[in-house]
């Protein structure tokens, strides 16, 4: 059995970096609207800065994983090696990129589940895409059991079904 699977566009690309650009941006003006308004209120900052300095070390360890997983975000986001609509398998599960955030990735299983995964896995485990590369048709091996005295015609039409019907969660 093939499903077959089309290749995210261009312009698909070009709105995950348009996103990304959208937050990072968002992230900057909202740092620099808080110094901006604390100078303005005639805080000093640089008592702030060794506050938050201290702060920021015993911070850093408690969100190790959040941390680690925001900046494997902003790696896939940039590298691109996995995107919107790509079909890639984990460990052992295959399913489609719905979207992938800042802290994880959602995947749509073949089982019609939605996995969360955290960033941080894409970059430490094995993943393999089957979108990218020359062949882009995804081919799956199911076992099928049934009787031995049942038309093997209704079978594999049963079958082809079965498989149209995946084939449209994906499509």
């Known amino acids: 059995m093939s499903i077959a699977h089309e290749s995210s566009s261009s312009a698909d690309i070009d709105e995950s970096l348009a996103a ?14 808080l110094f901006v308004a604390l ?9 702030l800065a060794v506050i938050l300095g201290g702060l920021s070390v015993g911070v850093a360890f408690g969100l190790q994983d959040v941390i680690a997983n925001f900046f494997s975000g902003f790696i896939l986001l940039f590298e691109r ?7 890639i398998g984990m460990d052992d599960e295959l399913g489609v990129v719905q ?5 994880a990735t959602v995947l749509r299983t073949i089982k019609d589940v939605e996995l969360i995964v955290p960033n941080s896995q894409f970059l430490t485990d ?6 990218r590369g020359e062949n882009r048709a995804i ?3 199911i076992q099928v059991f049934t009787y031995h005295n049942r038309d093997p015609l209704q079978v594999r039409e049963a079958m082809m079904a079965g498989a149209d019907r995946v084939c449209l969660l994906y499509t």
């Open 20 to 33: 990304v650009l959208a937050t990072l941006t968002g992230y900057v003006i909202l740092v620099a609207g």
């Open 81 to 87: 090696s996995v995107g919107h609509g790509d079909v």
């Open 139 to 141: 081919r799956l091996e």
């Open 99 to 103: 979207d992938v955030g800042i802290r």
């Open 39 to 47: 100078t303005v209120a005639g805080f000093d900052l640089t008592g």
């Open 126 to 131: 094995v993943v393999t895409n089957y979108s």
